[in-house]
């Protein structure tokens, strides 16, 4: 495909087949069939070839690399021709005008030899634009290689004419824009010609350059995956593909290597750099029990793994696969953009040939009357119109995949420009999700061990830790009791021992003292933790603080999030008093607290009655029907799968900067997809008018359209920088 009007030909001519739904990315020469059918791929591939095309059903493991084959190919091939044109149209172009403004200097047979220079240049290097447009005409269709084939070959059939047949040729009147030189030679039309095959050429070439470099971009994470693996069978090390391990086998990563697999550490500590796949600046220390993912490096040590997930089911393969088809989906804009380019190709062929016939009814030269012409066909070509939303899609998304921010498609882009609210969940979000005893006694924390020890409750657990890491072991318990809600008692070491809250102590006759608990609560950092008092043999012996500790980064988050002009919301199913503590620390003015999971929804509802565009971010199965609610999901990857497949963003890099990190980038994706829509509109609005009251010459006219497509390629490949350089918005 060569423009936005051949994607648009075969999203129609796949459309048109019996139950079949396609879309047709240009930038990604990508199109998604879905249907049914044992035969649905061979439909869809005749279908392509009727309009005109040739296509394959994508194959995962050497799509990648035939793409790439494809493109150096096509990219080499371009330049060839761009080569050739250059070399034959500079002194063409020289020669050509010095002749025709000086007359003196004109030898016999000059503007023959011009015409035969010109050939090479107009057939073989203009040839892609031809082919294109032979192809096109063949199945009754149009498109802007059209428009190019057409100006050059009018303006070299022109030339030719003028220099074959001199009676043809009329004098009088100035060439388009460059009054100083007079219209006493058709050879002029030899430079339009060749400048509009250099021009379109340059521009055919570097498009296709800076697109490959945008899927660079995109596909830099696919790239991230080892090729083969080393695996532990029958007590030896053997290196296999990595296609070929199997989930629950062992696997050994050596410093400096990447990981494989998605796995669990059993041998082994190491600082594990995760930057390429989360866009974490810091590596990450991993020791016995921690996961890692796959594509990551161990900088420093060597791991001994369980491997987790293999294959498509590891986060890095999952990932890749989301950032596709994010990228290959089409933004509502976008087709808008591809029902105005159906019509806009005939529309301007049609409007030429008004101009051309109306500046000749008005009297001017013929040659005149044809170059106004020519510049209106070559000026009004909508190249620049195609580009502008599927190459800024694609850089935006591939690199938010390098940094950590998985945009599922154009829904994303759309909401983050409106979103005036975001609503943060408390737990597993903001905070860890993992509770932390706060300064315990020793000798109390051996009493409490010993009674939690024998408890499923996460309080429990969070004991458990601690006394492991200040190395006490539990005693045995006698009479163990739990009290739902409450809490559990024991006979540890012949003492009875009570630990749970106040009502607790309280039915077994302890009077807790307040002095207890308030010193508890200012040694646990707030009233953000649960005071849990301990009573031994009927007398109150102390209390600690079990907190949920919130993320390093989750004040610098929220400050960022302010800083974008949204206002921030708390959403927790906890107490309203460990709410607002929470909320104080993080700055925090408006606290929804103890809304039950199901009613999350409903508070995403109520802000959205009240006028606010809502986002959300959640981590959590209590979390997905209001990231579903919401205008925009954002969900942390650490969090449940149907958490993920709810949301519109997935965050997996696990500092929460990255939350104001991904509306920004969404943000500034979709304002690259404004900026190139607005130019290329204006362009083509401004430059029709100039060229059709004969005030632009074709050769200008060539290279402004070329450089139109440019401006706005490279205006998407700015996305590249985001996050490494202070934002210019």
């Known amino acids: 495909m060569t423009c936005a009007a051949c994607a648009n030909r075969v999203e129609r001519a796949l459309n048109k087949l019996d139950g079949v739904t396609a879309s047709v990315n240009y930038a990604t020469e990508r199109a998604i069939v879905t249907g049914a059918g044992a035969d649905l791929a061979d439909r869809a591939a005749s279908a392509v070839d009727k309009a005109g095309y040739d296509a394959t059903v994508r194959d995962p493991e050497s799509a990648d690399e035939l793409a790439e084959q494809l493109t150096i190919k096509r990219v080499t091939a371009l330049r060839r021709r761009l080569i050739v044109a250059i070399?034959?149209?500079?002194?063409?172009?020289?020669?050509?005008?010095?002749?025709?403004?000086?007359?003196?200097?004109?030898?016999p047979g000059w503007e023959i030899v011009s015409l035969l220079v010109a050939l090479p240049v107009v057939t073989w290097a203009a040839y892609p634009f031809h082919r294109a447009t032979i192809r096109n005409l063949r199945h009754r269709a149009v498109s802007m290689d059209t428009l190019v084939s057409l100006g050059i070959v009018v303006s070299f059939g022109w030339a030719a004419v003028s220099v074959l047949l001199p009676g043809a040729s009329?004098?009088?009147?100035?060439?388009?824009?460059l009054s100083s030189i007079p219209l006493d030679t058709g050879a002029l039309y030899l430079d339009v010609a060749a400048g509009m095959t250099v021009f379109q050429l340059a521009g055919r070439y570097f498009e296709t350059r800076s697109r490959r470099r945008a899927a660079d971009v995109f596909g830099a994470l696919s790239r991230l995956a080892t090729p083969t693996a080393r695996v532990l069978r029958d007590g030896a090390e053997v290196d296999v593909p990595t296609g070929q391990v199997v989930k629950g086998e062992v696997v050994v990563v050596k410093a400096g290597e990447i990981v494989p697999v998605d796995g669990t550490v059993l041998e082994g500590s190491a600082a594990v750099d995760t930057s390429v796949v989360t866009g974490e600046p810091l590596p990450r220390s991993v020791r016995p029990g921690d996961p890692v993912i796959g594509g990551t490096i161990s900088t420093d040590g060597r791991l001994v793994l369980t491997a987790t997930a293999v294959g498509a089911h590891t986060q890095l393969a999952q990932m890749a696969a989301?950032?596709?088809?994010?990228?290959?989906?089409?933004?509502?804009?976008?087709?808008?953009?591809?029902?105005?380019?159906?019509?806009?190709?005939?529309?301007?062929?049609?409007?030429?040939?008004?101009?051309?016939?109306?500046?000749?009814?008005?009297g001017a030269p013929f040659q005149q009357a044809m170059g106004t012409g020519i510049a209106v066909l070559v000026i009004a070509c909508p190249c620049a119109l195609?580009?502008?939303t599927p190459t800024a899609l694609m850089v935006g998304i591939g690199?938010?995949?390098?940094?950590?921010?998985?945009?599922?498609?154009?829904?994303?882009?759309?909401?983050?420009?409106?979103?005036?609210?975001?609503?943060?969940?408390?737990?597993g979000t903001l905070t860890t999700g993992e509770l932390v005893v706060e300064h315990i006694d020793p000798d109390l924390l051996r009493y409490v061990v010993s009674i939690e020890h024998n408890s499923e409750h996460p309080i429990a657990r969070a004991v458990e830790r601690r006394a492991e890491a200040d190395g006490i072991t539990p005693q045995p318990v006698t009479n163990f009791k739990v009290h739902p809600g409450q809490g559990a008692t024991g006979v540890v070491d012949g003492h009875r021992v009570a630990a749970g809250n106040a009502t607790l102590l309280q039915s077994e006759g302890i009077t807790t003292q307040p002095a207890y608990g308030s010193a508890a609560a200012g040694a646990g950092g707030g009233a953000a933790g649960s005071v849990v008092y301990v009573g031994v043999d009927g007398r109150i012996a102390g209390s600690?603080?079990?907190?949920?500790?919130?993320?390093?980064?989750?004040?610098?988050?929220?400050?960022?999030?302010?800083g974008q002009g949204l206002r921030t919301v708390l959403l927790t199913g906890d107490s309203e008093v460990v709410a607002r503590a929470v909320a104080a620390e993080l700055g925090i003015e408006d606290v929804r607290a103890g809304v039950l999971p199901a009613d999350k929804?409903?508070?995403?509802?109520?802000?959205?009655?009240?006028?606010?565009?809502?986002?959300?971010?959640?981590?959590?199965?209590?979390?997905?029907?209001?990231?579903?609610?919401?205008?925009?999901?954002?969900?942390?990857?650490?969090?449940?799968?149907?958490?993920?497949?709810?949301?519109?963003?997935?965050?997996?890099?696990?500092?929460?900067?990255?939350?104001?990190?991904?509306?920004?980038?969404?943000?500034r994706t979709?304002?690259?997809?404004?900026?190139?829509?607005?130019?290329?509109?204006?362009?083509?609005?401004?430059?029709?008018?100039?060229?059709?009251?004969?005030?632009?010459?074709?050769?200008?006219?060539a290279a402004a359209m070329s450089l139109s497509s440019l401006f706005v390629t490279y205006n998407s490949l700015r996305l590249r920088d985001f996050g490494t350089e202070p934002d210019p918005e």
């Open 170 to 177: 009329s004098t009088g009147g100035h060439w388009p824009g």
């Open 670 to 701: 979709r304002q690259t997809i404004h900026r190139n829509l607005i130019w290329a509109f204006g362009y083509n609005v401004a430059a029709v008018p100039i060229a059709a009251a004969g005030l632009l010459n074709p050769l200008i006219a």
């Open 322 to 362: 989301v950032a596709e088809q994010a990228q290959e989906r089409k933004a509502r804009i976008q087709h808008t953009v591809d029902r105005i380019i159906v019509w806009f190709v005939p529309a301007v062929i049609a409007l030429a040939i008004a101009v051309t016939a109306g500046w000749i009814v008005s």
């Open 399 to 427: 690199r938010g995949a390098t940094l950590g921010i998985l945009i599922k498609g154009q829904d994303a882009l759309e909401a983050s420009g409106v979103i005036d609210t975001i609503v943060l969940d408390k737990t």
């Open 386 to 388: 195609g580009l502008a």
């Open 544 to 562: 600690f603080v079990v907190a949920d500790r919130l993320r390093p980064t989750a004040g610098v988050a929220v400050e960022a999030l302010r």
């Open 601 to 667: 929804a409903a508070v995403i509802e109520r802000l959205r009655a009240e006028g606010h565009r809502v986002a959300m971010v959640g981590d959590g199965i209590n979390d997905a029907a209001a990231l579903a609610t919401a205008d925009l999901g954002l969900a942390v990857v650490t969090g449940t799968d149907i958490a993920l497949k709810s949301a519109d963003i997935i965050l997996v890099r696990e500092d929460l900067r990255v939350i104001p990190d991904a509306i920004a980038l969404a943000r």
């Open 87 to 107: 070399l034959l149209a500079i002194p063409l172009m020289d020669a050509t005008i010095v002749l025709a403004a000086v007359p003196s200097l004109r030898f």
